[in-house]
């Protein structure tokens, strides 16, 4: 461990400003206990123990080893090797020194049952929602138990679906890191959901509280449908309740410890048709949520659980779906409905039917195809990203296929019961996701609940949306974004497969420039006439070296991150940044919306030869094709007025690898993740000097980093220096929007 970094810190003792120590759940945790909520009493082993742990064990190098050549769209063998890190990370040993405080604060705590959860990093922020990813264990009991358990909640870092969700949001594995809070255990006579807005229409004025009898796991798992509750926010009365039918609870088994000896009892029939809290407690809890909603100054998401006619809040995370809504389908739907349960994610989509009993089976499931199942697990995710619709036969609108289609912007129906009973494979259905109900065949609609409508919310700051992969293009596109402010080529080159040098070699240069235009040309034409920046290709050398043939060119480095990259390869390989230039110009003949940013620059003579090169090849800068240059590298900011003054019409700033050579931290490294923050006052100063440098040089200045989506606050700041533009992450689109708009207002912007 560092010095003066602590294996364990008490809810007391940090708030939501100590996010990279303890991660999301963790830092709500001590958020909630220091504004006074109702918070079982709790501890939290630090994500600098788990770092500790990683580095003291040596099982850094063998994890990267099985995961660099996973593809993570293989189900099978994605499975096959998250098992093998599992076991890797399972069987290694735990410092004595980190044992002996875990046990030292059980024993402190008072020892008894506690549940020990997951608190990655990246969890429980904005942009990475994804319920469900790390394990918890309920019910622990035991020092040596809850040190196992512990260990266990490091293991599932490594589990399938966190591996694929990383590497689809581009986190590196080893920058996530992971803090575990161990809390008494409330043995929770009822429990559930609440959300501070209404989640499937966005509607801010209204409370939503879900209930069932027993443990709470039951609602997100979709095992059971809860009661729902609806509740004004400003007079905290209650407007609606839905009362639904519970068979059976899950209860802690007498004398039992662990998660596996929760079981199943069978209600009575009194008790499967009763209401699963009092009305007293429906109103109590709705102005506690209301509390909790004013002090985050942020809609929240939130579990709850009773005890002996007590209320605990056992944890909060912002919402990440707000969507403003457009009212409802205009075009009544005339077709026979199949079956209806809750209307859990707004739009109308239609597709054939695909059963899937088992998450084991995802891979039935093709793009555009229905996704049906009993309940949905964070297992099913990638078939989830290619499904138009998703219905369920269990699970109310706080279950997990309800809050990935809502992040999704997919059309979803949950707890309809006999879905999976009475739809048929291959049956072609529409699914209305905003009235509940499922229909027999192809419809389609005039205009439907949206996501917010372009325009609808007004800002003079652009905001632009980060893209990579073809797949989701055209969804986005409908978003209130101004257009792509970074479209990534790595993923397209990826897909294309082999080192464009060995294609060029056997005379195939030109199959790659068709192939990589057939997929530039799906953004600009989504996005036509707004703009779409492509950054052209970034790859690294070890990157490169993993396509086909990519061994004969590529030579090893010792660190590639600050090797043969951007524009020097370009400058260097000519012939392979043609193939790339032809690509664009294909594209630019149908679509003159697309414009060209230049990424890692080093110095102006750098920049001088590849402006000149692509002039040679017929792309100069003129009223429709704009050339942007990445502000990544120091000497970018230090040089900003010599490096405008070869010629570009625009600079993006890339704060991830701003931050990592400002700091000089290695942004993969894990050891030194928590000291990567790019609101570092050396960071915002770079940032702020370059902003403020091409707001009076009269150059356009944006921003594609990682860091607004991330942290709110840096997108309020850039607003007051003058961006031009911010470009975020999709799910952050509207969000970011607000608070643009709010920066805006408070600056007199209009």
């Known amino acids: 461990m560092k010095q003066g970094q602590k294996i364990v810190v008490w809810f007391n003792e940090v708030t939501k400003k100590d996010i990279p120590l303890v991660g999301g759940k963790g830092a709500n945790l001590g958020e909630m206990t220091n504004a006074g909520i109702p918070v079982p009493q709790g501890f939290i082993v630090t994500a600098a123990a788990y770092f500790d742990f990683v580095e003291k064990s040596g099982i850094q190098g063998k994890i990267k080893a099985l995961l660099n050549p996973v593809n993570v769209h293989d189900s099978k063998q994605l499975q096959e090797v998250a098992a093998e890190v599992q076991k890797l990370v399972e069987d290694a040993a735990m410092p004595p020194e980190i044992a002996q405080a875990i046990m030292e604060a059980y024993v402190k705590m008072g020892k008894g049952l506690v549940a020990v959860r997951s608190s990655a990093t990246a969890e429980d922020l904005p942009e990475a929602s994804f319920a469900g990813q790390q394990a918890t264990f309920l019910n622990v009991q035991g020092e040596k138990d809850v040190v196992r358990a512990v260990q266990d909640c490091w293991a599932s870092l490594f589990g399938a679906r966190a591996i694929f969700y990383r590497q689809e949001q581009g986190f590196d594995h080893f920058n996530v890191g992971i803090a575990v809070p161990v809390q008494h255990m409330v043995q929770s ?170 998450p084991s089976q995802i891979d039935k499931v093709l793009e555009g195809d229905v996704l049906v199942a009993e309940m949905t697990t964070p297992d099913f995710v990638p078939a989830m990203k290619r499904a138009a619709a998703i219905v369920t036969d269990r699970g109310g ?257 890339g704060s991830n690898d701003l931050t990592q050579l400002t700091l000089g931290i290695d942004r993969d490294s894990s050891k030194l993740a928590e000291t990567f923050d790019e609101r570092n006052d050396a960071v915002l100063m770079s940032i702020e000097k370059v902003v403020r440098g091409c707001k009076a040089l009269g150059v356009t200045c944006s921003i594609c980093g990682q860091a607004p989506s991330v942290y709110p606050e840096i997108t309020e700041k850039l607003v007051e220096w003058g961006i031009t533009s911010v470009s975020v992450s999709p799910d952050m689109i509207d969000i970011t929007r607000d608070i643009i708009a709010a920066a805006e207002a408070k600056l007199g912007i209009k």
Not at 278 to 304: C, M, N, R, S
């Open 397 to 653: 609108r706080t279950a997990h296929a309800a809050i990935v289609s809502r992040e999704l912007g997919i059309p979803c129906v949950v707890g309809c019961e006999n879905a999976t009973a009475t739809l048929q494979d291959g049956q072609v259905i529409t699914v209305d996701g905003s009235s509940g109900k499922v229909y027999e065949g192809k419809i389609e609609v005039e205009s439907d609940v949206k996501i917010r409508a372009r325009g609808e919310v007004l800002t003079k700051t652009k905001l632009l949306a980060n893209l990579a992969q073809p797949d989701i293009v055209d969804r986005v596109a409908k978003r209130d974004v101004d257009g792509i402010g970074l479209l990534r080529a790595e993923f397209m080159i990826a897909e294309i497969g082999e080192h464009p040098s060995a294609m060029i070699e056997q005379g195939r240069g030109g199959e790659f420039t068709e192939k990589l235009a057939h997929e530039l040309m799906k953004f600009a034409r989504a996005f036509h006439p707004r703009q779409v920046v492509y950054r052209t290709n970034d790859f690294k050398s070890n990157e490169y070296k993993a396509l086909k043939g990519g061994e004969k060119y590529e030579e090893d480095e010792e660190n590639p991150m600050i090797g043969y990259r951007g524009a020097s390869r370009y400058i260097t390989d000519i012939e392979t940044f043609k193939l790339e230039l032809d690509a664009i110009k294909k594209v630019r003949e149908q679509y003159d919306n697309l414009w060209v940013m230049i990424p890692f620059v080093r110095t102006v003579a750098e920049l001088e030869s590849t402006v000149k090169i692509m002039a040679e090849e017929g792309l100069k800068r003129s009223d429709t094709f704009k050339l942007w240059m990445m502000c990544e590298v120091p000497s970018n900011v230090i040089l900003l007025e010599k490096f405008l003054a070869v010629g570009v019409d625009g600079v993006s700033i």
């Open 189 to 358: 006579e009822s429990a559930g959901v609440m959300f501070t807005v209404e989640p499937t229409t966005s509607d801010k004025e209204k409370i939503t509280i879900e209930a069932v009898l027993g443990l709470g796991e039951m609602i997100v798992s979709g095992d059971v449908t809860p009661d729902h509750y609806t509740v004004s926010k400003n007079d905290i009365k209650i407007l609606e309740k839905e009362i639904k039918k519970q068979e059976w609870k899950l209860v802690k088994k007498e004398g039992g410890t662990g998660k596996e000896d929760n079981i199943k009892i069978d209600l009575t029939p009194e008790e499967q048709a009763r209401q699963k809290i009092t009305d007293a407690e429906i109103v109590q809890l709705a102005k506690i949520g209301k509390q909790l909603e004013d002090h985050y100054e942020f809609p929240q998401d939130i579990e709850w659980a009773t005890e002996k006619g007590e209320i605990f809040i056992v944890q909060t995370r912002p919402v990440t779906t707000i969507k403003e809504t457009a009212g409802a389908t205009t075009q009544e739907i005339d077709a026979p409905v199949l079956v209806s349960g809750a209307a859990a994610s707004p739009g109308v989509a239609y597709g054939p039917v695909k059963m899937v009993p088992d």
